[in-house]
């Protein structure tokens, strides 16, 4: 007898109610692709054209804005959710990693290990912030606590720029293994030979705002939108007994409200939860992905508002008696 009580779809019904939002519009794709990277270049030529020094900083602001969106369409480029039989497009895709500070040989390895293994308690580190127990942060020695505590440390994240891109995405994998991640020291190259270029034809002001702002910008909120998309209050940890792909993408991958404006310049990357259950679906699918699956319709959710920030970054081991994320 059919009650009309529809029962919540969960694990592999789950994820296959998502596949027909999986689909790209490959029109839609190129039109954002290229009015992104149009926007950017013009923005990027406005902080050396400008004569206004105001109109300059406000051109390199809004720079970094254009490249975390541009980043985030990359990012799907990566995942295969859009344009992935266009030669042309991987192509561009990989220039951008490289110019980026984030080349594909490093990028589409740690992330995939990020996405395989979400919220585990052994082997997220790779691609994430790295994650303790309180019991091993307190049995680890006072190195170790100073080197994770430093991974997920506010000032760690706000110079993303430096730690997690200069350092962790190119200097540490070139340096690790230089034969795979050769495209890592390149990027490291290029990015210092238009820095001595822009010194050279710009001055050092032309330095600061086409290049050092942006990134400083685009880093700092990139690296926060992946640490709190992962740590915030609500978020499960599992080992690998309890763990499954579906329950690590609805309960340990947040969905950040954001309005209308940074949802354009963040490219939807807000809608994280649909994202991991699905990597397949084009970024500017996921909010109808949303709308349609009532299964995704209450996620665990955080902010850009400065308060949850701030509870988020409190957070720094994992309470197994209480099953919740802690201070030390």
């Known amino acids: 007898m059919d009650t009309g009580v529809r029962v919540p779809r969960s694990g592999a019904e789950l994820i296959l109610a998502t596949r027909p939002f999986a689909s790209e519009q490959p029109l839609r794709s190129w039109w954002c692709l290229l009015s992104t990277t149009?926007?950017?270049?013009?923005?990027?030529s406005a902080t050396l054209m400008l004569a206004h020094p105001v109109a300059r900083v406000a051109a390199s602001l809004l720079s970094a804005l254009f490249a975390l969106r541009l980043f985030v369409i990359y990012h799907d480029q990566q995942h295969y959710?859009?344009?992935?039989?266009?030669?042309?497009?991987?192509?561009?895709?990989?220039?951008?990693?490289?110019?980026?500070l984030s080349p594909s040989s490093i990028w589409r390895s740690s992330h995939n290990h990020h996405h395989a293994h979400n919220s585990r308690l052994r082997g997220s580190h790779i691609g994430?912030?790295?994650?303790?127990?309180?019991?091993?942060?307190?049995k680890a020695s006072r190195g170790e606590r100073a080197g994770y505590l430093f991974m997920r440390h506010p000032l760690t994240v706000m110079f993303g720029y430096l730690f997690i891109f200069l350092y962790g995405m190119c200097l540490a994998p070139f340096i690790a293994n230089p034969r795979k991640h050769w495209d890592s020291l390149l990027a490291l190259l290029v990015h210092g030979a238009i820095a001595f270029l822009l010194v050279s034809r710009a001055g050092w002001t032309g330095l600061l705002l086409f290049q050092t702002l942006p990134c400083l910008v685009l880093y700092a909120l990139g690296s926060y939108l992946f640490y709190a998309q992962h740590n915030f209050p609500g978020v499960v940890f599992r080992d690998n007994s309890g763990w499954t792909y579906e329950v690590a993408a609805l309960e340990s991958s947040s969905y950040m409200r954001l309005g209308p404006v940074m949802a354009w310049f963040t490219a939807n990357i807000g809608y994280h939860h649909i994202h991991h259950l699905n990597a397949k679906i084009p970024f500017y699918r996921l909010p109808e992905a949303m709308r349609a699956l009532p299964e995704l319709q209450?996620?665990?959710?955080?902010?850009?508002?400065?308060?949850e920030v701030c509870r988020c970054f409190r957070l720094k081991v994992w309470d197994v008696a209480r099953q919740r994320m802690t201070g030390c």
């Open 38 to 44: 149009g926007l950017l270049a013009a923005s990027l």
């Open 81 to 100: 959710a859009i344009l992935d039989n266009s030669r042309i497009a991987a192509g561009f895709m990989w220039v951008f990693g490289i110019l980026a």
């Open 128 to 138: 994430s912030f790295p994650i303790m127990t309180s019991e091993a942060y307190q």
């Open 298 to 307: 209450a996620p665990k959710c955080t902010s850009l508002h400065p308060a």
